[in-house]
T-cell receptor, first 113, second 114 residues
Framework: DVKVTQSSRYLVKRTGEKVFLECVQDMDHENMFWYRQDPGLGLRLIYFSYDVKMKEKGDIPEGYSVSREKKERFSLILESASTNQTSMYLC????????????FGNGTRLTVT | DAKTTQPTSMDCAEGRAANLPCNHSTISGNEYVYWYRQIHSQGPQYIIHGLKNNETNEMASLIITEDRKSSTLILPHATLRDTAVYYCIVRVDYSGAGSYQLTFGKGTKLSVIP
């Protein structure tokens, strides 16, 4: 069965901290994504990657970076966390090609105080 | 990429069919229609997708109009566990590497009522 695992379900961090959100998929998918979800705004794409060491900016990349050193792992980094980055973060993956569905993890709810 | 329009909310009686509409009038020829749902506090769950033909799986049916400008997701016998936000999205291949971008709208909040 398809599995996308996010390392933490809940995180509380302080302003200015460096934060790492980890995502692992076990389906050998080429494409991986990071979204954030906020009430009234829906899901917004932060970054995606279509291969190891490759990354592309999404709609709202400011304040974030990503790392993809291995095919199965895609990390989202908040270099200096701010309160406006308090959100639900969702990781997803899919096979290459336009006929493959996206599979999501269960999310990490991050609170920055 | 093509944008979608969905009603903000809908109610459905338990055991009845739930029909969720979606307009995607600017869809282009290579864009698939995907449906996902999100139950509170969980990640979105894939339901079904299609290009031109109607599709059916164990969860739902997808009816796409001939001009492809709209579609309807049908849950044949809605249960209380189907209460969720349902997203209709279209997808386009942005590069030869197969990378693409999905844009999620605000979806339809479906409430299944006992």
């Amino acid at each position: 069965d398809v599995k996308v695992t996010q390392s933490s379900r809940y995180l509380v961090k302080r302003t200015g901290e460096k934060v790492f959100l980890e995502c692992v998929q076990d389906m050998d998918h080429e494409n991986m994504f990071w979204y954030r979800q906020d009430p009234g705004l829906g899901l917004r794409l932060i970054y995606f990657s279509y291969d190891v060491k490759m990354k592309e900016k999404g709609d709202i990349p400011e304040g974030y970076s990503v790392s993809r050193e291995k095919k199965e792992r895609f990390s989202l980094i908040l270099e200096s966390a701010s309160t406006n980055q308090t959100s639900m973060y969702l990781c997803a993956s899919t096979q290459r090609g336009i006929n493959s569905p996206l599979h999501f993890g269960n999310g990490t709810r991050l609170t920055v105080t | 990429d093509a944008k979608t329009t969905q009603p903000t909310s809908m109610d459905c009686a338990e055991g009845r069919a739930a029909n969720l509409p979606c307009n995607h009038s600017t869809i282009s020829g290579n864009e698939y229609v995907y449906w996902y749902r999100q139950i509170h506090s969980q990640g979105p769950q894939y339901i079904i997708h299609g290009l031109k033909n109607n599709e059916t799986n164990e969860m739902a049916s997808l009816i796409i109009t001939e001009d492809r400008k709209s579609s309807t997701l049908i849950l044949p016998h809605a249960t209380l566990r189907d209460t969720a936000v349902y997203y209709c999205i279209v997808r386009v291949d942005y590069s030869g590497a197969g990378s693409y971008q999905l844009t999620f709208g605000k979806g339809t909040k479906l409430s299944v009522i006992p």
